[in-house]
């Protein structure tokens, strides 16, 4: 009799050590990967209108989440500020975004002027400083990653050093355009 107690007992705790084992290796969270689609990013336009300190912004960013992952990911917002001369010159933002178990989830975020920045005449002579004397502009893109369950929030950023091309110019308007950037 107390054989077979023990044997029960010993059953018992190997299925224990076994189901442990499994809810382990599906749940125990893995890294979920962020990429921009280098290739495809739009180029980010600067349009001036040199009447006025105007201008506007605009930039499409192609993006990949992986998650490997056995459980979804929810993520309640990703928010992207491009910063110049001390100031918010463009943002964009996803909500309810959710990256599905085991596979690739792609979208796309549009960044473009904040109102702030549009009429900043301080953001206008920088760029044109920058231009006409280095031919290039830093700007700093900050991305912010909240995910839904339990708040939690992190953020990171890069400055990139962007070249200024003019594209075209007619009458009283200028238009810069600048090559591929990375954001990640």
Not at 65 to 88: P, T
Request: contains cysteine; aromatic residues 10%; charged residues 15%.
């Amino acid at each position: 009799m107390v054989e077979r107690g023990r044997m029960v007992a010993g059953v018992c705790c190997a299925v224990t050590i076994v189901a442990l084992g499994l809810i382990l290796f599906f749940f125990w969270p893995r890294p979920v990967e962020g990429c921009i689609d280098q290739d495809n990013i739009g180029q980010p336009v600067f349009s001036f209108n040199t009447a006025g300190p105007t201008f506007e912004v605009t930039q499409r960013i192609p993006f990949r989440v992986g998650n490997e992952n056995y459980f979804n990911i929810e993520l309640a917002e990703i928010n992207v500020d491009a910063q110049y001369a001390g100031l918010v010159i463009a943002s964009g933002k996803i909500t309810d975004f959710e990256a599905i178990s085991r596979s690739d989830t792609h979208d796309t975020l549009v960044v473009s002027t904040t109102p702030e920045a549009s009429s900043s005449l301080a953001v206008t002579q920088q760029l044109n400083t920058d231009c006409l004397n280095t031919f290039t502009y830093t700007v700093k893109y900050e991305i912010k990653v909240k995910l839904k369950i339990g708040g939690v929030e992190f953020t990171f950023s890069r400055d990139q050093q962007l070249p200024c091309s003019v594209v075209s110019n007619t009458g009283n308007s200028t238009r810069y355009t600048c090559q591929r950037s990375s954001v990640l």
